[in-house]
């Protein structure tokens, strides 16, 4: 398995996860949206990082590593996303666990859903940008 085959499976995990996404909006899960919006941008950002060649760390955002190897990557709304991954990061264990003054299904409303919507069709439409273009010269395999 090499680098491009991981972040081809990344792509399809996210792409999957954006179906449920619909589900979910559907059924007013707003929370369970925000949650699975924010993996997408995670898979998204770990993709691209392994067809750049570079071995993402084991954390939820890797904004700032987008951020480093920016020059490495096609234009884009890079900085968008990378706002964005830091922000659902932050959203990740509220969207899912809650807390005593916080109860997640109570919280999140269809236009917090629908934003969390819009930065996962981001990461995967800079994901796929991305794997559809050559690699940079003397990326790793």
């Given at each position: 398995?090499?680098?491009?085959?991981?972040?081809?499976?990344?792509?399809?995990?996210?792409?999957?996860?954006?179906?449920?996404?619909?589900?979910?909006?559907?059924?007013?899960?707003?929370?369970?949206?925000?949650?699975?919006?924010?993996?997408?941008?995670?898979?998204?950002?770990?993709?691209i990082?392994?067809?750049?060649?570079?071995?993402?760390?084991?954390?939820?955002?890797?904004?700032?590593?987008?951020?480093?190897?920016?020059?490495?990557?096609?234009?884009?709304?890079?900085?968008?996303?990378?706002?964005?991954?830091?922000?659902?990061?932050?959203?990740?264990?509220?969207?899912?666990?809650?807390?005593?003054?916080?109860?997640?299904?109570?919280?999140?409303?269809?236009?917090?859903?629908?934003?969390?919507?819009?930065?996962a069709?981001?990461?995967?439409?800079?994901?796929?940008?991305v794997?559809?273009?050559p690699?940079?010269?003397?990326?790793?395999?």
């Amino acid at each position: 398995m090499t680098f491009q085959d991981l972040a081809k499976s990344y792509l399809e995990k996210a792409r999957a996860r954006r179906q449920a996404l619909a589900v979910l909006f559907d059924a007013r899960d707003f929370s369970d949206v925000v949650r699975e919006a924010q993996a997408i941008v995670e898979l998204a950002g770990k993709g691209i990082l392994r067809h750049l060649g570079v071995e993402p760390p084991k954390v939820h955002d890797v904004g700032p590593l987008l951020r480093q190897y920016a020059d490495r990557l096609p234009p884009g709304a890079w900085e968008r996303l990378i706002e964005e991954s830091r922000r659902l990061r932050r959203e990740r264990e509220l969207a899912f666990s809650g807390d005593l003054d916080f109860i997640p299904t109570d919280e999140y409303t269809r236009d917090d859903a629908r934003r969390a919507i819009d930065a996962a069709d981001l990461a995967l439409g800079l994901m796929e940008k991305v794997l559809q273009a050559p690699r940079a010269t003397g990326s790793p395999p």
